[in-house]
């Protein structure tokens, strides 16, 4: 089967600019997850979407950051805007919904932000 | 708040050697404890999981790992290290009551022929 699919893989940006990363889920996984991984550290959930409806969202920068999945299979996460310390590793996954099931990774998207 | 600590970053084994990556957790009620492994240049992949039963699981490439409730720890161990195993290695705790997974900051597995 197809895995999750993420682009673009990297993207440079300078400081106050705006950016936008795409995620298209294992077909019928019902649950995707955004996390940002900064190097050095595991990765960090930002939110957790069930279907189109937001399960979790306890850690995303709700002020500069957003993300929505219409329809309840592709995801978009947009930062605006963008500050040095967003540098990291995008990663989206997902899962089939029920809790102890384990996530399936895409490949992250590289942000650089100067 | 739930947590997982992976005491060491860095764990170096000569090939042919057991090796074990360290986890410890906190979380509410009982746990779902996850074990995932990063190659360089290439997404976290899944290797196991604890969710009930057997407090030794077995997963991918020869991995297994042992739930102990009264040490809250989830190490991960292989009899024998092979050098294709070195990569970074990711232990994770999701409670049962709650959405979240919490990840650990991961530590990097170096096998030496």
């Known amino acids: 089967e197809a895995g999750v699919a993420q682009s673009p893989r990297y993207k440079i940006i300078e400081k106050r600019q705006s950016v936008a990363f795409w995620c298209n889920p294992i077909?019928?996984?019902?649950?995707l997850y955004w996390y940002q991984q900064i190097l050095g550290q595991g990765p960090k959930l930002l939110i957790q979407f069930q279907n189109n409806g937001v399960v979790d969202d306890s850690q995303l920068p709700k002020d500069r950051f957003s993300a929505e999945r219409l329809k309840g299979v592709d995801s978009t996460l947009k930062i605006q805007p963008a500050k040095l310390e967003d540098s990291a590793v995008y990663l989206c996954a997902s899962s089939t919904s029920t809790g102890h099931n384990e996530q399936f990774f895409g490949p992250g998207t590289r942000l650089t932000v100067l | 708040a739930q947590s997982v600590a992976q005491p060491e970053d860095q764990v170096n084994v000569a090939e042919g050697n057991p090796l074990t990556v360290k986890c410890t957790y906190s979380?509410?009620?009982?746990?779902?404890l996850f074990w995932y492994v990063q190659y360089p240049n290439r997404g976290l992949q899944f290797l196991l999981k604890y969710i009930t039963g057997d407090n030794l699981v077995k997963g991918s490439y020869g991995f297994e790992a042992e739930f102990n409730k009264s040490q809250t720890s989830f190490h991960l161990k292989k009899p024998s290290a092979l050098v294709s195993d070195s990569a970074l290695y990711f232990c994770a705790v999701r409670g049962t009551n709650a959405g979240k997974s919490t990840f650990g900051d991961g530590t990097t597995l170096t096998v030496k022929p």
């Open positions: 077909s019928g996984h019902a649950t």
């Open positions: 979380v509410s009620g009982n746990p779902y």
